[in-house]
């Protein structure tokens, strides 16, 4: 018998270099919260300041009062359009992954196909026909034409097949329907409990991206007074003069949502990473 692999442990440049990728990645974050809690003079400042200042809760005060930005309205505006669409992605798009791996349908194989290809088109292309359909829907200055888009995604669908294709045997599945189990029941009760990893690297991904959209909410709420909160973050930076304490401090805000979903759902998204690498 040959011996079993065993790791090789890291050497000191490893941790050295994964030491320096840390303290790049995390300082821009840092540096925005050091900037939201001090003063104009802070900005100015050679060397940059890094010490985080005492006003954190005054220049929170200035942005969440402006007249003009509705940055509350913005914070609630995105968490609702961030669950709905997330809630809406993981149900369709693991429906339909299991319909295209599991079922067998007239041409599936095509379908599948066009459903890749569209992601090779970018988004921007079809935004003056979306604003054309939701003003014809009468949806544009409302949530529903930034919620209507993205209730399904190409990747998504393309995701959950492939995840499915690897975690749920044939065998299992036409075990099931020779015991009478509807499509749905099959579903419910061994696809959905097979991709809970799957499920919530989608969930998170789509959260986070979802959350961070800025230019169709731009295009379809401008003008109105429920914006979405990268809209309201632009409308802090907009005008002939710019405080930067409270864009930055608007923003660290914004962020607090995606930093407490990647802390609380990190883990299942490299499960389901090691997982998916591992099976295919």
């Given at each position: 018998?040959?011996?079993?692999?065993?790791?090789?442990?890291?050497?000191?440049g490893?941790?050295?270099?994964?030491?320096?990728?840390?303290?790049?990645?995390?300082?821009?974050?840092?540096?925005?919260?050091?900037?939201?809690?001090?003063?104009?003079?802070?900005l100015a400042?050679?060397?940059?300041?890094?010490?985080p200042?005492?006003?954190?809760?005054?220049?929170?005060?200035?942005?969440?009062?402006?007249?003009?930005?509705?940055?509350?309205?913005g914070?609630?505006?995105?968490?609702?359009?961030?669950?709905?669409?997330?809630?809406?992605?993981?149900?369709?798009?693991s429906?339909?992954?299991?319909?295209?791996?599991?079922?067998r349908?007239?041409?599936?194989?095509?379908?599948?196909?066009?459903?890749?290809?569209?992601?090779?088109?970018?988004?921007?292309?079809?935004?003056?026909?979306?604003?054309?359909v939701?003003?014809?829907l009468?949806?544009?200055?409302?949530?529903?034409?930034?919620?209507?888009?993205?209730?399904?995604?190409?990747?998504?669908?393309?995701?959950?097949?492939?995840?499915?294709?690897?975690?749920?045997?044939?065998?299992?599945?036409?075990?099931?329907?020779?015991?009478?189990?509807?499509?749905?029941?099959?579903?419910?009760?061994?696809?959905?409990?097979?991709i809970?990893?799957?499920?919530?690297?989608?969930?998170?991904?789509?959260?986070?991206?979802?959350?961070?959209?800025?230019?169709?909410?731009?295009?379809?709420?401008?003008?109105?007074?429920?914006?979405?909160?990268?809209?309201?973050?632009?409308?802090?930076?907009?005008?002939n003069?710019?405080?930067?304490?409270?864009?930055?401090?608007?923003?660290?805000?914004?962020?607090?949502?995606?930093?407490?979903?990647?802390?609380?759902?990190?883990?299942?998204?490299?499960r389901?990473?090691?997982?998916g690498?591992?099976k295919?």
């Open positions: 018998m040959g011996r079993a692999p065993q790791d090789t442990p890291a050497g000191l490893t941790y050295l270099l994964l030491a320096v990728t840390i303290l790049f990645s995390v300082f821009p974050l840092y540096w925005m919260f050091v900037i939201a809690t001090s003063d104009d003079e802070a400042m050679i060397p940059p300041a890094v010490v200042g005492d006003r954190f809760l005054v220049n929170l005060e200035e942005v969440f009062s402006l007249q003009d930005v509705f940055f509350a309205a914070l609630i505006n995105s968490l609702i359009v961030s669950t709905v669409v997330t809630a809406s992605v993981l149900f369709f798009c429906l339909a992954g299991f319909a295209f791996a599991k079922l349908f007239k041409g599936s194989g095509w379908l599948m196909l066009f459903v890749v290809l569209t992601l090779t088109v970018p988004n921007q292309l079809g935004i003056v026909a979306l604003y054309i939701m003003g014809k009468g949806w544009n200055g409302t949530l529903l034409a930034v919620v209507a888009p993205g209730l399904v995604t190409a990747f998504g669908v393309f995701y959950m097949r492939q995840f499915i294709v690897n975690s749920v045997p044939d065998e299992l599945v036409e075990s099931a329907r020779v015991d009478g189990a509807t499509t749905m029941r099959i579903y419910r009760s061994m696809v959905l409990p097979a809970r990893p799957a499920l919530a690297v989608l969930g998170l991904l789509t959260f986070v991206a979802t959350w961070n959209d800025f230019q169709w909410p731009l295009i379809t709420l401008s003008g109105t007074d429920f914006p979405t909160s990268m809209v309201a973050i632009s409308d802090l930076a907009s005008g003069y710019v405080i930067y304490r409270r864009v930055l401090a608007g923003a660290f805000v914004a962020t607090i949502p995606l930093l407490v979903m990647l802390f609380v759902g990190g883990r299942q998204i490299v389901g990473i090691m997982e690498a591992v295919s």
